[in-house]
C-alpha cells in the first residue's frame, strides 16, 4: 500500500513539473550588520529519488548574470565547482552540508543590500528558485560629547562651579537607518530630543540651567543606537564640580595673650570642594606658619597657628581668611582683636667693626642689649653658644648689665651670641647673633709626623691647615744639615695642599716645612714633616700584660715608629721548661690572646715588629700561667695568687680535714665497740637486779595502787628517799632509784661522787617484781633493751611528790658504794 502511495505522489509532482516547468519557495528576508557575515538560504534538497541538483545559480537583484555558480554536473555534488563575480572573490562560498543550503558572504558591505535569488536545477526534476532580500545595517560609527565651547569631553569634565548652567552636545556619526541619540543619568532618560544635522550627524543636546552640590560626580551617558543586534554606541562623562564655602570661624586665642608665648589658634572652615586656602592675617601683615589639616572627605579643613604676639600685636586685628581659589567672590573672613601682655622685647647691638671690617684676633668689640619691656626687666643675660656667660675680666669678658664687652678676641671667640632679660611676665630672649673671627693659618695637627722614604723614591705628603677666611696660598720648603731647597711639584684646594717629595742622594732627608697665607697674613710656625730614610721599625712600647689566667694571656702593646714602611708584629711564646716554641701570631697591631696554654707552665713571650727592610728589637717576658709573673724586661712583674688558685687550695685543705675527722671517728668507734664485747662477756656470769617500780607525779598526796598494781609492784619507794641498791658483783651492776622524768631538772647527782666526775651509768628500765627494797639478791626479768644515761647533776629541793622506779644502772668505769641510800 504504501508503494503505490508514493508512486502515485512522484506522478503528482512529475505532472505538476510538466505544467509549470518550475515553482518558487516564499521570499525570506534577512537583517545583517556591515562588516559581519550573513546566510542566505537556498533549498538544494531533491524531491524524487536517484535526483540532485546539478546546477545552482545565485542571482542579485535583475542583474542576468550570476553572481555565484555551483556547476555539479560532471560529478558528484560534493565535488562541484564553485565560482563567484569579482564582488564576491574571497567573501562568499555556498555550503551544502546545511540543510537547507546557504550561501554563506562575510564582510558584508552596504552595497551587499538588495535580493537575491537562488535557481537549483536538478537532474530530474524542475527548476527550483529561492528568493530572499537582504537588509544591511550600518551601525554609528563614532559618537563624542563636546561642551559649549566645541572641546570634546571624555570622562571626567569639569570642574564646574557650583551655580553654573552645564551645556552637552552628543553627535553620532554614519549609521543606516538613522541611530536614535538619548541622554541618560544613571537609569534616568533626561533626555531623548535628537535630529539630524548636516553630514550625515545626529545631535542630541542636554542642558542643565544651575548645578546643584548633588550633582558632584554625576554621570552622564550618551547612547545611540539603530539596530538591536549589536551594542548601542555610548560615552559617558562625570562631572567634577567646585563648592564654595559655608562655614568659617576661630576657635583658641583666649584673652589677654602674653607676648613670647607661643599660643594656639584654630580656624575651621566646612563646605569647600576644593579644600579652601586659609590665610592668617594681623592687620595687612600676612602670616605664614600656619600648618593646614584637611579631613579624609576633604569638605573639612583646619589651619593651625602657633602665634607668637609681640607688645606691638596688642589692639591689632587678627584674622583668618578662607577662599576657594577656583572660585572668585566666596571668600569668608573671621577677625579679632588682640590684647596682648608680654614680656621684655630684646635686641641686639653690635659696635666696634662695620660690615666691611672683619672681627680679627687680638680686637676689641662691643654688644648691647637693646630691651623693651612691661614692665621692667628684672635681669639680664648673655648668652654664648645657649651656655650663660660669666663676667670674667682676666678672660676678657666685661660684663656690665646692657653691655657685653669682649677684648682681645681670639678664635675661640668664634660663635652666636644673644641676651635675655626676664621681668614678671617671662623672659624676652634677641636674635642670635653670629660673630665670626678671621686669623691666620695655623696647622691642623701640632704633631712633627714622620715618613721614611728611599732615595729616588717618591713620597706625597698632605699638608691641613686650619684658617679664616679658609682661601689661602700655601708654600713649601725643605731644610736639612747640608742644603736648603723649595719644593715646586705641589698642587692646593682651600685649606689642604699635597707635596710630592723624592731625595735625590743619602744626604736628602731632614724637615719638610708647609706654609699658609691668607688675607689677615701669613701662618706664624709652619707645619714640619720629618722625612727619614727606611729602615726597621722601631721595638713595640709599653707592653702590658692585661690579663692571665690558668689557660690563657692577654698582652697589648703601642706602636713605635713603623721605619717609613707598613709593619706588622710577632709574638712568639716558648716553653722554658721543655725549650720549645709554644705559639706563633702575627697581628697588624700589637695586641695579642694567647689561649689553650699549659696549665701551671712559665713560659718566655716575645714581641717585636717587622716591616720589610727588617725587624726591630724584642720586648720579651717571663710569665707564669699559675702564680706570679715574673719580667725581664727593664722591670720585675710580681703577680698574687689568683682567686682560683686560693679557691682551689683551700678546698683541697677542707678535703685533707674531712678525712682525718672520718678516720678518728672510725678508730674510736673500734675501740668502743671492743671494749663493749668485754663487758657483755663479763656481765653474762652474773645476774642483774631489774626490780622496778612505777613512777608517777601527784598532786594531791599519793596515789592509792589498784590491788592488781600492788601485786604486780609491791614495793613502792617513800617518795623523800631514793635508794640505792648495789652489790659487789663482778659485774659492776648498781640498783638505784631515779625520779621517772627525763627532764634535765630531774636529772640526781650519784651519792659518793663529786660534780667533775665524767662517768657515766647504764640504766635499764625494768619491771615490777615482788622483790623488797635494800634485799641483797634482786632478780627479775629486764622487759626492755632501752639503756639509760644519767649524767651528774644536783638534785632539786621541793620537788613534789614523786612514785619512784627502779632503775639498774651499770657503772662503765667503777662499782657505785654497796646498798647506798640518799633521802630526797
Known sequence: MMIVNVHKTEIILLFLQVLSGSYTYGTITLVGLVGQEVKLPCNITANLPNDKPALVLWYKDKSPTPIYTLDARLGPLWQARHSSNDNLVARAYLTTANRPATLVVDQVKKEDEGSYRCRVDFNRARTRYTDSVLKVIVPPSKLIIKDHNGR???????????GESLFLTCEVFGGSPMPTVTWWRESVVLDNNYSLADKGITVNELTISSLRRHDLMASFTCFASNNNLSSSLSSTVTLDMNFRPLLLEMEGAQQPLSA????????????????VSITWWKEHLELKNARTTVSNHGNSTISTLIFTPTVEDDHKILSCVAKNLLMPGTTL??????IVHYAPLVSLGFYGKTK?????EGSEIYFECLVQSNPRPRGIYWMFEGG???????????INNHTLVLKDISRSRKGRYSCTAINAVGKGESAMYFLLVEYAPICKSTNVKSFGVAVFESIHIICEVDAEPPEVSFGWGFNNTYETSYVIDFESRLTKSLATFTPRNEQGYGILLCWASNKIGPQITPCAFNITPVGPPEKPKNCKVQN?????????????????LKQHFVLEVYDKNLETIESNLTSEMPQFFLQDLAYRTSFEVVVYAVNSAGRSESWAMTINTLSNLVGNDEQQWDFPFGPLFVIIGTSFIALIAVVLVIIIVIHIRFRTHSHRKTRDRSREDNSGCTEGLALKNITEGIKTMSPLEEERCPDIIPVNEIAFDCEDRSSEECVFIVPHSTSKSNMYKIPGENSESKERYKCSNTGCSTSTRGSSHVSSAVNTEDQLHAVSSKVTSGSSSTVLRRTVCQKEDALLSRRATTKV
Open 548 to 564: 692571665v689566667t690558668m689557660n690563657s694571656i692577654q698582652i697589648s702593646c703601642e706602636e713605635g715608629h713603623h721605619g717609613g
Open 388 to 398: 650663660k656667660l660669666q663676667h670674667n675680666t682676666s678672660g676678657g669678658i666685661i
Open 152 to 162: 570634546i569631553l571624555k570622562s571626567l569634565i569639569g570642574p564646574y562651579n557650583e
Open 356 to 360: 666691611s671690617q672683619p672681627v680679627t
Open 333 to 338: 573672613r573671621e577677625n579679632r582683636e588682640l
Open 260 to 275: 613670647g608665648t607661643p599660643t594656639k589658634l584654630n580656624c575651621r572652615s566646612a563646605g569647600s570642594r576644593p579644600p
